[in-house]
């Protein structure tokens, strides 16, 4: 589970259910990407994927804090004056290389109102284009420390996900002061409305 290059612990490997805290496996990580990714089986819907991930911030209820505290393509930065939370959609810079979306994350600057961030990917007019993520395959969810570049954290989904559109892949939560990441690896069908349905308060 631990790769170890002369005592220096180089990344850990989740399994779903798993939670490990942010600041054992990185002392002091500060600027995290969170980087999402994934591979499209060969299908014959004829038509396209097109996966979006997305970010809910929530208080203390489970709920999203705001509207606004709902991240996706066409809102894509935390609305505190820091802009702690950005999803930079599309991977173009390089940056997090192997990853197909990728969110930037300041800990220290998260607004302490928000208590959990539940991360997701759904697949846009599923039911249109009769998808699913059973075609999906080697879909991941990892934090890298921004400062060296290095992954710390690595979640990776085994499961057949063949009926659901939406998936909440992983949870960053507060707990006495520290970051926490809990991988969730939950379907859901009906898609990012049917996320909605179960943030929104």
């Given at each position: 589970?631990l790769?170890?290059?002369?005592?220096f612990i180089?990344?850990?490997?989740l399994a779903?259910?798993q939670r490990?805290?942010?600041?054992k496996v990185?002392?002091?990580?500060k600027q995290?990407?969170?980087?999402l990714?994934?591979?499209?089986?060969?299908t014959?819907?004829?038509?396209?994927?097109d996966?979006?991930?997305?970010?809910?911030?929530l208080?203390?209820n489970?709920?999203?804090v705001?509207?606004?505290?709902f991240?996706?393509y066409n809102n894509?930065?935390?609305?505190?004056p820091?802009?702690?939370?950005?999803?930079?959609g599309?991977?173009l810079?390089g940056a997090?290389?192997?990853?197909?979306?990728?969110?930037?994350?300041d800990?220290?600057?998260?607004?302490?109102e928000?208590?959990?961030?539940?991360?997701?990917v759904?697949i846009?007019e599923?039911?249109?284009r009769?998808?699913?993520?059973g075609q999906?395959?080697n879909?991941?969810v990892?934090?890298i420390n921004?400062e060296?570049?290095e992954?710390?954290i690595r979640?990776?989904?085994?499961?057949?996900?063949?009926?659901?559109?939406a998936?909440?892949?992983a949870?960053?939560y507060?707990?006495?002061?520290?970051w926490?990441m809990?991988a969730v690896?939950a379907?859901?069908e009906?898609?990012?409305?049917a996320l909605l349905?179960?943030?929104?308060?």
């Amino acid at each position: 589970m631990l790769e170890e290059t002369s005592g220096f612990i180089m990344g850990i490997s989740l399994a779903k259910g798993q939670r490990i805290s942010l600041e054992k496996v990185s002392p002091g990580l500060k600027q995290i990407l969170v980087g999402l990714g994934w591979d499209i089986n060969v299908t014959d819907t004829g038509a396209d994927f097109d996966l979006d991930s997305s970010v809910f911030l929530l208080g203390a209820n489970e709920k999203l804090v705001s509207d606004k505290h709902f991240i996706f393509y066409n809102n894509l930065t935390s609305p505190d004056p820091q802009q702690s939370i950005k999803q930079r959609g599309d991977n173009l810079t390089g940056a997090g290389e192997g990853d197909d979306e990728v969110i930037e994350m300041d800990l220290p600057q998260i607004p302490a109102e928000v208590e959990k961030i539940a991360i997701a990917v759904t697949i846009h007019e599923a039911e249109a284009r009769q998808q699913n993520f059973g075609q999906v395959s080697n879909a991941f969810v990892r934090i890298i420390n921004c400062e060296n570049q290095e992954e710390v954290i690595r979640y990776d989904l085994t499961e057949d996900y063949s009926i659901e559109t939406a998936l909440i892949m992983a949870e960053l939560y507060r707990q006495n002061g520290e970051w926490l990441m809990n991988a969730v690896g939950a379907g859901y069908e009906g898609g990012l409305p049917a996320l909605l349905d179960h943030y929104q308060g």
